[in-house]
């Protein structure tokens, strides 16, 4: 920083000196007076509080947004310094954090060096698209544009062509996505979308050969079941070899997280044999084959497992009570696991 500011310092002196002498106390007495400036921490209310320097903005246009933001910058004087400087082609857009005792200087070089501020949106692998409605809507650094609108709405908005299905379950990726304050919540929608579109498209790229899925979109639904059935990713492969036999042999999936994304709002923590008897579009008892759509967001690793899963004849398997699962090839011997696992709790 002392090296820049000297820089600055010496423009200011060959600007004066070029005028001839008889400026040269006037100019001493300036180059005092911006060097002072540059270097003088501002008072800013509140003592914390961001900025935003909107994209394409001229040298001029920052200072004012500056000063409208909060930030008290002498507007000519922080002109002349980012010319000195030669940085007027280097500030850069986006949404910055200043704190009171902050110099001009200091402002200047975090706008030149892209310093922004960014916050953070988290999607959790096994939320539904409602969970992460919920989450994005509750986040206050967003601009909240989707407010109101239905997800058929917010998938048109996105040009998502799934937006015919109604529903935009399992078609956003789970990460962590960073924007500028302000942010349309649209912006982490359609990154999210991509992202899946992505990670689901290397995936069906990369699949085992012989699997019982027409389309990627069966895929992405079957590693929706896989995420909500078991968080052990080194049985994720099993699982999903279980629920790829139990179609191809022509056997309903008969899985508890379908059914209970099919009662929506009436599940309250625990389900019933009345439950597995009612039938809906998601309940995997009463109805063979896949449901309709997609159940929760996959992660990778469960997209990885739905497309390449282990190579077993198991069609079963019950949990162990530890997170891990029995698989087993017949019924005898599922009921044997039961007896022990479940039962025998």
């Not at 379950?169 to 304050?181: A, H, I, M, S, V």
């Not at 036999?245 to 099919?262: C, W």
């Not at 923590?269 to 084959?289: A, E, F, S, V």
């Amino acid at each position: 920083m002392q090296s820049n500011l000297a820089t600055f310092r010496m423009s200011l002196l060959k600007k004066c000196f070029a005028a001839g002498a008889i400026v040269v106390v006037l100019a001493a007495a300036a180059i005092a007076g911006g060097y002072h400036w540059a270097n003088s921490p501002l008072d800013l209310n509140p003592a914390q509080l961001d900025v935003t320097v909107k994209p394409h903005s001229s040298l001029r246009s920052v200072t004012l947004q500056l000063n409208r933001g909060g930030v008290p910058v002498e507007p000519e004087l922080f002109v002349i310094m980012t010319r000195l400087l030669g940085l007027q082609s280097e500030l850069k857009s986006g949404n910055y954090e200043f704190k009171t005792g902050v110099t001009p200087y200091e402002v200047l070089q975090k706008i030149a060096r892209g310093d922004v501020n960014e916050y953070v949106a988290t999607i959790i692998e096994g939320w539904t698209f409602k969970r992460m409605r919920a989450e994005l809507d509750a986040n206050p650094a967003l601009k909240h544009d989707t407010i109101g609108m239905s997800d058929t709405d917010l998938m048109n908005a996105i040009n998502a062509p799934e937006a015919s299905i109604g529903n935009g379950e399992g078609l956003f990726f789970p990460d962590t996505y960073l924007f500028d304050k302000n942010t349309s919540d649209l912006d982490v929608y359609r990154r999210a979308y991509r992202l899946m579109r992505l990670r689901l498209d290397e995936a069906w790229t990369a699949r085992a050969p012989n699997l019982p899925y027409k389309t990627p979109y069966d895929a992405l639904t079957m590693a929706s079941i896989i995420e909500k059935e078991t968080g052990k990713k080194s049985d994720r492969p099993m699982v999903a070899a279980v629920f790829a036999n139990r179609l191809r042999v022509g056997m309903p999936l008969q899985t508890d997280p379908t059914v209970i994304y099919g009662m929506g709002d009436s599940y309250a923590g625990h389900i019933r044999k009345k439950d597995l008897q009612t039938d809906t579009p998601y309940n995997t008892y009463t109805r063979m084959g896949l449901p309709p759509t997609p159940i929760s967001l996959p992660g990778v690793a469960s997209l990885q497992a739905a497309l390449n899963p282990a190579q077993t004849t198991a069609l079963y398997f019950v949990s162990r009570g530890d997170g891990s699962s029995i698989f087993s090839d017949t019924l005898g011997d599922h009921n044997k696991a039961v007896d022990k696992y479940i039962r025998g709790q």
